[in-house]
Structures are given as C-alpha cells and as structure tokens.
C-alpha cells in the first residue's frame, strides 16, 4: 500500500508565507498530520479490497455449489426410490397377468389339442361316408367298361 505522505514543515512554511504565525502553523500541522494519519490507517488499496471481494465470492460460491450438490443428491436419492416403487409395482402387476394369463394359455392349448382331435375324427368319418360310394362308383365305371370292351 503506498503511503501517504504529510510533510509537515512544508505545510507549515506554506503557512507561515501565507501570513501565519509561525507557532500557530506548527500546532495545525501536526493537528492536521495527526488526523490524516488516524484516516490514512482506514483507508483500504484497490488490490486489498479485490482481494477480500475475491475471498468473500469464493466462500460464497463455495457454499452455493455445496447446497447445489446437496439438493442433487436429495433429487436423486427420490428418484432411485421412486424408481424402486414403480419397479416393484411393475413386477407385482406383471406377476398377477402372468398368473392370469398362465391357466389361459393351457385352455387355449387344450382346445387346440381337442380341434385336432375332431378333425382327425371328422376326417375319418368323411372317409367312412366317401369310400364306400367311391368304390361303387368305381366298381359300375369298371361294368361298364368291361361291357363296353366286350360289344
């Protein structure tokens, strides 16, 4: 911090030339040395308050990324337990399709083992009825040809 300088026998030579007695001007220069000085002591450089300011904003900015990190960490920790709720809601209505889907499925693959029974059956039965006319019809076409081949 560059002093500040009070020349106190050039201030009094300045008093005494302008008509001053000489004693009068000695005890208002160091009167008036003594209160420059007491403000001189409160008196703060540009660099020492920067610095300070620096120091005071860093502190804060300190404390305003910490509550930020803090905060993040309070949403996440909701979050992953919210997470955990809606998984495990999710299974459970998984698990109760599932278990009503379960007894479906094995309906579904019974009526299917049934239609293929019936159509095993249904073939036959179709078979039972269509042959016998078949081989008539087969039977009369071979008369009627050997009729035929003998005129």
Known sequence: MAALNFDTLEYV???????VERQV????????GRAMGMYVDNL???GYLDATLDARFAEQDLRIENRFAEQDAKFEKRFAEQD?????RFNAL??????RVAPLELAVQSIQVTQRFQSGLLLILVAGLLVPPVLN???SINSINSINSIN
Request: aromatic share 4%; glycine share 4%.
């Open 13 to 19: 030579k300045q008093l005494t030339d302008a008509g």
């Open 25 to 32: 001007a000695e005890i208002h220069a160091i009167t008036v």
């Open 44 to 46: 703060v450089t540009k």
């Open 84 to 88: 955990a709720k809606f998984e495990k």
């Open 94 to 99: 998984e698990r109760r399709i599932d278990d």
């Open 137 to 139: 019809l087969i039977n």
